[in-house]
């Protein structure tokens, strides 16, 4: 069984950072991602990336301030974001997928086999 953790949200004025962390336990899923969801929205994309692959995949909102990375020896998933926005205050979930290609995930958190229990991350403006 997956067991997916996060940590790193908080608070941060518009313009600032925050690092988000998942650490992923038991079976391996070919796609990891992160997905967000703002109070009275749907849970949408942000970011995700196939272990077995190099390529990496951005909802156009995010692209060119948020970065996911990984450690492979962790079984960590990062989620870098910078250039902070309020209206990027969501809970943060960190998703894992199987047989799923990353980019197949964009307005799909239904094809998500695993979910993280959420970490909230507020901008302030």
């Known amino acids: 069984q997956v067991k997916l953790v996060e940590s790193g949200g908080g608070l941060v004025q518009a313009g600032g950072s925050l690092r988000l962390s998942c650490a992923a336990s038991g079976r391996t899923f070919s796609t990891m991602g992160w997905f967000r969801q703002a109070p009275g929205k749907e849970r949408e994309f942000v970011a995700a990336?196939?272990?077995?692959?190099?390529?990496?995949y951005y909802a156009d909102s995010v692209k060119g301030r948020f970065t996911i990375s990984r450690d492979n020896a962790k079984n960590t998933v990062y989620l870098q974001m910078n250039s902070l926005k309020p209206e990027d205050t969501a809970i943060y979930y960190c998703?894992?997928?199987?047989?799923?290609?990353?980019?197949?995930?964009?307005?799909?958190?239904?094809?998500?086999?695993?979910w993280g229990q959420g970490t909230q991350v507020t901008v302030s403006s």
């Open positions: 990336f196939s272990w077995s692959g190099y390529s990496t």
């Open positions: 998703a894992a997928a199987g047989k799923i290609a990353p980019d197949l995930l964009r307005g799909r958190p239904h094809l998500v086999d695993v």
